[in-house]
């Protein structure tokens, strides 16, 4: 099988082309906007003959790395499914996800192909772990989920640009059964995750926010955070989001590449260990109240293997006709935890689970 990654040189699509490429029944070719390092050709999607330079590739299955996807429309998905190829992507991008199925769905279905989007941390890892521990509760009220990179871990420009896109700009969470506006990179709550102790987290908006309420009906409460390792850093985006907040037109988005370097100057203050936190509140089947939370520790700056992980997954199992859906669908029921797990091994992440009364 054929696979071509978008974006294969970049910080998330390099390490899908390394896992992919041990797998002999898959061939793996990298492209990208610009020739660099080991890509092996280059092809930008947003030239006007993208979809026939595509289509020359001969793929067998798409996968779209090459964020971030905040703004970006469906020509990527379109085009893999008229090159006759499935299609992956690892979007983190709120609306992006949400309108997916309505913008894809027909013409993936007429063609008889699968095509996927958010298949990265979230939602395909964060729903994989929530329905691994449905089964202990009568009823699900409240998702909390937190996401902790270590300061020394590699970090993507586009993972950046994302991220400051809703810096100090409003959005829609579900907190106490009402629609509510939480304003990005605010927000701010101390955590504890399990192997790195208590950080600062702050509200970030992530397509978990409008796809896990309607997958787990009597959910009053679905929030998501991010905890950088460094409260100066912390400190820095919240008075970026304020200033933001106020109407100060801060062009965040064209400073990520300079700002990302500016951040390995802290590199020294920091470490290489992250972790994932999904904690869970709700009843029990005998009506008592519980919260599960499940932890995740990444070492040796090991993190940024996570995001990447559903993507592999996925396009192992359509190498083996595994999945027999056709259609467009967020990445949710795909996988199971249990999928992600030989991964999680592979690489020395730990997890626990722990169980409490609320």
């Known amino acids: 099988m054929r696979v071509v990654v978008l974006g294969g040189h970049g910080n998330f699509g390099a390490r899908i082309c390394r896992a992919l490429a041990n797998d002999p029944q898959i061939v793996v070719l990298a492209v990208g906007r610009t020739a660099r390092g080991g890509l092996n050709t280059q092809l930008d999607f947003d030239s006007p003959d993208f979809p026939a330079r595509l289509r020359a590739l001969a793929p067998s299955v798409v996968i779209h790395c090459a964020g971030p996807f905040q703004g970006q429309d469906y020509r990527v998905a379109g085009a893999a499914i008229a090159a006759g190829a499935h299609y992956i992507d690892l979007a983190d991008g709120r609306e992006f996800v949400a309108g997916f199925k309505g913008q894809v769905d027909y013409a993936a279905r007429a063609a008889k192909l699968l095509a996927i989007t958010g298949a990265s941390t979230l939602p395909a890892l964060s729903s994989a772990v929530i329905d691994s521990l449905a089964a202990r509760f009568n009823r699900i009220e409240e998702i ?155 070492e040796a700056g090991h993190g940024p293997e996570i995001p990447c992980m559903a993507a592999i997954l996925l396009t192992r199992k359509l190498a083996r006709t595994e999945i027999s859906a056709r259609g467009a669908y967020p990445c949710m029921g795909f996988l199971k935890l249990a999928d992600f797990e030989p991964e999680f091994a592979k690489w020395h992440i730990s997890t626990v689970v722990e169980e409490g009364s609320t």
């Not at 990179?149 to 059964?177: C, M, N």
């Open 144 to 298: 909390q989920i937190s996401i902790a990179p270590g300061q020394r871990a590699p970090r993507g420009t586009a993972t950046i640009a994302s991220v400051f896109s809703y810096v100090g700009r409003p959005f829609k969470w579900l907190s106490d059964e009402r629609w509510t506006d939480a304003w990005g990179w605010q927000e701010l709550r101390q955590l504890r995750f399990a192997g790195l102790g208590r950080r600062w987290a702050a509200a970030c908006d992530v397509p978990d926010l409008v796809l896990l309420p309607g997958r787990y009906p009597g959910l009053k409460t679905m929030e998501f955070r991010a905890a950088l390792e460094l409260g100066i850093q912390h400190f820095a985006l919240w008075v970026a989001a304020a200033l933001r907040r106020v109407g100060i037109p801060l062009p965040l988005e064209r400073w990520a590449g300079p700002l990302n370097r500016m951040a390995t100057w802290l590199d020294i203050f920091g470490s290489d260990r992250g972790g994932m936190l999904v904690s869970l509140a709700g009843t029990r089947n005998n009506g008592s109240r519980a919260r599960i939370e499940w932890h995740l520790t990444a």
